[in-house]
Antibody
Framework: QVQLQESGPGLVKPSQTLSLTCTVSGGSISSGGYYWSWIRQHPGKGLEWIGYIYYSGSTYYNPSLKSRVTISVDTSKNQFSLKLSSVTAADTAVYYC?????????????WGQGTLVTVSS | QSALTQPASVSGSPGQSITISCTGT?????????VSWYQQHPGKAPKLMIY???NRPSGVPDRFSGSKSGNTASLTISGLQAEDEADYYCSSYTSSSTLVVFGGGTKLTVL
């Protein structure tokens, strides 16, 4: 059974880069046609798709964040990562990693437990 | 403002049925059978309940069902139980550059 776990700093200063890693267990990132995804949820708000990386390495980003987002994969560690640059308080959110379905992420399952990232000086 | 429109809240009594709607456009909900539904309890990660409009993942009770008509998808929960009280989100693939859109979420209260 595939499981995902986010890790990274819970506090980031404004203008710096937010960096998170998602470790996948119970399955290999490189073995199937899934879209390894990052999704965030602002406090008390709904879900926002950030982007995903296909197992082949192709990346797709939300246009609203595209200029600041980089998603990469390390198949040797079975991990994928998120970098969000020039953060502001508006980037304070719970960040989830999830496995996306094989048709442009037509579903997301499973999800990591989520990690709260606060942007503050 | 979310790309998909859901009611902010719905409620029902134990044993009753409720339906949550999710309205989009022909570029997302209406154009593809790629609607999914997620249940989120407070402080927890979302859980996939329905995928590709009407399919249930293994382990999801058959009290949960999904459907679509035109640009509106629906999640129906029959035989409401106390543990169904949660937030529910719909999602869809979209042909726009955004690729993935979510609804604003619906808070289900079991009275």
């Amino acid at each position: 059974q595939v499981q995902l776990q986010e890790s990274g700093p819970g506090l980031v200063k404004p203008s710096q880069t937010l960096s998170l890693t998602c470790t996948v267990s119970g399955g290999s990132i490189s073995s199937g046609g899934y879209y390894w995804s990052w999704i965030r949820q602002h406090p008390g708000k709904g879900l926002e798709w950030i982007g995903y990386i296909y197992y082949s390495g192709s990346t797709y980003y939300n246009p609203s964040l595209k200029s600041r987002v980089t998603i990469s994969v390390d198949t040797s560690k079975n991990q994928f990562s998120l970098k969000l640059s020039s953060v502001t308080a508006a980037d304070t959110a719970v960040y989830y990693c999830a496995r996306g379905g094989d048709d442009y992420g037509n579903w997301f399952d499973p999800w990591g437990q989520g990690t709260l990232v606060t942007v503050s000086s | 403002q979310s790309a998909l429109t859901q009611p902010a809240s719905v409620s029902g009594s134990p044993g009753q049925s409720i339906t949550i709607s999710c309205t989009g456009t022909s570029s997302d909900v209406g154009g593809y059978n790629y609607v999914s539904w997620y249940q989120q309890h407070p402080g927890k990660a979302p859980k996939l309940m329905i995928y590709e409009v009407s399919n249930r993942p293994s382990g999801v009770p058959d009290r949960f069902s999904g459907s679509k008509s035109g640009n509106t998808a629906s999640l129906t929960i029959s035989g409401l139980q106390a543990e169904d009280e949660a937030d529910y989100y719909c999602s869809s693939y979209t042909s726009s550059s955004t690729l993935v859109v979510f609804g604003g979420g619906t808070k289900l209260t079991v009275l």
